[in-house]
């Protein structure tokens, strides 16, 4: 029984939590695993800092290398001793950075992202991989880059799901596997990544591509839980989801599962196990083909928004073909609408802030009237019931309310 095992940056933050993550692997009773990691912690922010100084050629670009480098030596020194070949490993892929740091910028700064934030993932694999062996645990290295083959929209890049399968079942055996999520390859040789988040994505690819019979992916909290407890004090585990209500929930933003992680997993049934690598106790939540009435409420909140209102120069009716040309920026602009609401003279959306926010807007001013507000929180509640939602507004400043059967999404100040 082939299972895909996915461990996210938190969990292999330092030295105690990457013993403690061997641990659970060694003492997993499954042996037939594909395990995927992501980078360590805050390695891919850090790494994203970098490749922005480097494209602004800011004069702090080799600090900004050096405090990874640095970082990711020192815990290595925790790890193995010093005629290790892993030293090895780690500063040739630091000398890849370098490589890539003496180029002048690339003309796509998307291009540049993925060749070096990539490296992240492939210093969190091969640590794991080799200290997975020094405690016993034979596996096998495998380069997602080899297997995963996806075309080259940087930084989102797209799998190409046929040959990626042939070259999967082909390649991967029935070993410990120890590999990356996030990364892919395009047709012609250069690193793509998946987008932010991707790793729980890249295991339900292998879990698609191999058969698989279950995925389980390890978290700092329990499971999914009716809200992130960063911002709640009174989350409760959800035990069971079914595959529709993982992807609502993941689709509005509970931050916990990639949004894109479900389809591949329902196309083949294939459960998904959400669960704690700190309380190995807890069985945590899965994800299958049930049937559920859901009956208690689940918050999510996704900070950093902006409300856009657009509205013809003119003043007439916002029509279809305006809609269409305000999509197709999005599109250009790789954004996604949070929410949306249109009356006859003008059209609302809801986005993430961010640089290419600023870039649509620049670009939709030319053609219309835009109005906008920002630092914006969006709430969403899925099976809301008055005494949630009561509860919810009361003394929040609530801009836009919009309400379905099942769901109240909230944009509030
Ligand atoms: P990873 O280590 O895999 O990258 P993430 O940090 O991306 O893990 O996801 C886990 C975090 O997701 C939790 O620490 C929690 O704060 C947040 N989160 C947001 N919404 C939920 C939810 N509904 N249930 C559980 N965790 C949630
Ligand atoms: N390391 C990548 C990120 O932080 C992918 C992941 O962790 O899922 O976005
Ligand atoms: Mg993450």
């Known amino acids: 029984m082939k299972e895909i095992l996915k461990f996210g940056g938190a969990s292999i933050k330092n030295a105690e939590s990457i ?90 700064f998307s291009y540049d992202y993925d060749q070096i934030v990539s490296i992240g993932e492939l210093l969190s694999s091969n640590i794991m991989s080799e200290y997975l062996k020094e405690v016993s645990f034979q596996n096998e290295f495998l380069d997602v880059r080899d297997v995963f083959k996806s075309d080259n929209n940087y930084q989102n890049a797209n799998i190409d ?153 003119k003043l007439s009716f916002i029509v279809e073909d305006h809609l269409s040309y305000i999509f197709s920026l999005l599109d250009k602009n790789n954004l996604s609408v949070n929410l949306m609401q249109n009356s006859a003279v003008s059209f609302s959306l809801c986005i993430d802030s961010s640089k290419n926010s600023v870039k649509f807007l620049s670009e939709l001013k030319d053609k219309f009237d835009v109005l906008y507000n920002s630092n914006l929180t969006l709430h969403t509640i899925r099976h809301y019931d008055k005494q949630s939602l009561d509860s919810f507004i009361k003394n929040k400043k609530i801009i836009l309310e919009q309400k379905s059967r099942n769901t109240v999404q909230l944009i509030v100040e």
């Open 161 to 313: 799901w046929e040959l990626t399968e042939e070259i999967c079942k082909e390649k991967i055996k029935n070993i410990p596997v120890v590999t990356q999520g996030f990364l892919a390859c395009s047709s012609e040789n250069f690193t793509t990544t998946l987008g932010r988040e991707g790793s729980d994505y890249s295991a339900a690819i292998l879990a698609y591509v191999l058969e698989a019979e279950r995925v389980v992916i390890w978290k700092d909290v329990d499971g999914v839980l009716t809200s992130d407890p960063r911002h709640f004090n009174d989350s409760k585990l959800l035990d069971k989801l079914s595959f529709s209500e993982a992807v609502e929930l993941a689709y509005y933003g509970a931050k916990v599962i990639h949004p894109k992680t479900i389809q591949p997993l329902q196309l083949k049934n294939i459960p998904l196990q959400v669960r704690s690598f700190i309380n190995l106790e807890n069985p945590g939540t899965i994800i299958s083909d049930f049937k559920i009435t859901y009956n208690i409420p689940s918050f999510i909140v996704k900070e950093n928004q902006m409300l856009v209102s657009i509205s013809d120069k």
């Open 19 to 108: 013993k403690a993550v061997s641990k659970i692997i060694k003492d997993y009773t499954n042996p037939d695993v594909v395990i995927v990691f992501s980078a360590i912690a805050t390695v891919t922010n850090l790494l994203e800092g970098l490749v922005e100084a480097y494209h602004r050629k800011d004069n702090d670009v080799l600090m900004k290398f050096n405090e990874i480098k640095s970082f990711h030596i020192s815990l290595v020194k925790d790890l193995f001793n010093s005629e290790h070949h892993i030293f090895d490993i780690i500063n040739n892929l630091f000398v890849e950075i370098e490589w890539a740091l003496e180029e002048e910028p690339n003309q796509i």
